[in-house]
């Protein structure tokens, strides 16, 4: 489809490639959009029905969306702005510079202004960040019927109509009733005998990710926010919620690999930016790399009189890295989806020395007949390096799991304990085990 809609824009088929747009999904017109120069953006965009214009828009990056922006006049915008739901508007505003910012709410009406300027108060990561105010609300004493002549008075222009919560006169959250519920009741039944008064609900201020695990936990569709009175000011739905786990995964991923967190794509990003995103970890870890450097300074005499203890420090420290890293970014993922707490820190540390034992103890062995039989090196350098071996794997696993979890406790985010600090710290240790241990059974 989209080839065939990239011919009729470069044959000036307006007409046919307006047939074939509002045959797409908004994101896969967002996507064809996104393959073409900034202005020629434009151009398909006011091909585009205003309804389906706005839901593109949502979809587009920020670069276009600042583009777009700028080439529209104030009725197009205006246009657009109208059909946008406020979460999404907020989302966007978050995204753009303050001059397109200043255009975007001198285009909105003074009630939206209002409630976009209530929802950008709100922390960062904060529930009330993500919600929208576009939600159906209800009575308890109306009936079934008069439920359904309400929805059909505001649902057009709310985010969703299939929930709808149940407050009181002072907008306190008593409860919600589904559509299905609705549609499968007599038309005099009231709302308060078909609502559930028991439900998942978040605070204006909880964290947006513990907010988005609730999705996954319960299977929601959306969720009710409410302000410390109780009062609903808004709901979460379920496509904010993915985009919060996406972004999460994503910042997770990028710190775990040391890398600065960006909300920008990597095509988007230039090469400055890239390298300043990156070069502070990597100075930092070739700082605290340093240490490893001094060891085996330290060490130089005694690795003079037996040269061959060089050869496995490669080794040693590779698998020391490596089982770091497997336990830490198990450790980290529990940490993120809730299955692991700080008070289980000295049942997973008893849970990893275990672990750590047996997977010590497999590889000490393996590659002791492998220095015997295959390398051909002496009993006592193969029992040095084999006695490291275990207890490499053994500090590393410890470190690796106790660290993300001591991390969690004192605020900081879990994945900076990710493989290249937990690298650093066990390449140090394994080297004092292992030159320690050299100079007790070899004697240098």
Not at 189 to 195: G, Q, R
Request: aromatic share 8%; proline share 3%; hydrophobic share 45%.
């Amino acid at each position: 489809m989209t080839e065939q809609a990239l011919i009729f824009l470069e044959e000036k088929r307006f007409n046919e490639l307006k047939a074939v747009l509002e045959t797409l999904q908004p994101i896969d017109i967002a996507e064809f959009l996104y393959e073409l120069p900034l202005e020629k953006q434009v151009l398909v965009f006011r091909i585009l029905p205003k309804e389906l214009a706005a839901e593109t828009f949502v979809e587009m990056d920020s670069d276009s969306c600042e583009y777009i922006i700028k080439a529209f006049s104030d009725k197009e915008l205006r246009e657009i702005l109208d059909e946008l739901f406020l979460d999404d508007m907020v989302d966007i505003i978050e995204e753009m510079p303050a001059n397109v910012v200043h255009r975007i709410l001198s285009n909105s009406d003074s009630n939206v202004r209002a409630e976009i300027n209530q929802l950008l108060q709100y922390p960062k990561d904060s529930a009330g960040s993500i919600m929208t105010t576009e939600f159906v609300s209800l009575k308890e004493n109306m009936t079934v019927n008069e439920a359904f002549e309400r929805i059909r008075k505001v649902g057009q222009d709310k985010e969703t109509i299939y929930t709808c919560y149940v407050t009181d006169s002072t907008r306190k959250l008593c409860g919600l009733v589904s559509v299905k519920t609705l549609l499968l009741s007599e038309t005099n039944v009231l709302i308060k005998d078909l609502m559930e008064q028991y439900m998942v609900s978040a605070k204006t201020t909880d964290d947006k990710e513990e907010v988005a695990v609730l999705f996954e936990k319960y299977g929601f569709l959306s969720i009710p926010v409410t302000d410390h009175e109780d009062r609903l000011v808004g709901i979460v739905t379920v496509d904010d919620a993915i985009l919060v786990i996406k972004e999460e995964d994503t910042e997770d991923i990028e710190v775990m690999a040391a890398i600065t967190p960006s909300d920008k794509p990597y095509m988007k990003t230039s090469v400055f930016e890239t390298w300043k995103k990156r070069i502070p970890w990597l100075l930092l870890l070739m700082i605290s790399a340093t240490f490893t450097g001094k060891i085996i300074s330290f060490f130089e005499e005694s690795l003079a009189s037996q040269v061959i203890l060089t050869a496995f420090i490669p080794m040693l420290m590779d698998t020391g890295g490596n089982a770091g890293g497997q336990t830490s970014v198990t450790i980290i993922r529990g940490l993120s989806l809730g299955e692991i707490e700080i008070k289980d820190l000295f049942s997973i540390v008893w849970k990893e020395f275990r672990v750590a034992f047996l997977c010590g103890l497999t590889l000490s062995v393996v590659n002791f007949a492998k220095l015997l039989w295959i390398d051909q090196v002496g009993l006592l350098v193969a029992a040095v390096v084999c006695i490291t071996l275990f207890a490499t794997v053994l500090i590393a696993k410890i470190v690796g799991c106790s660290l993300p979890v001591l991390a969690k406790k004192v605020g900081c985010d879990p994945a900076v304990m990710a493989s290249p600090f937990i690298t650093t710290i066990v390449d140090a240790l394994s080297l004092l085990v292992y030159f320690n241990i050299a100079s007790l059974l070899l004697g240098i």
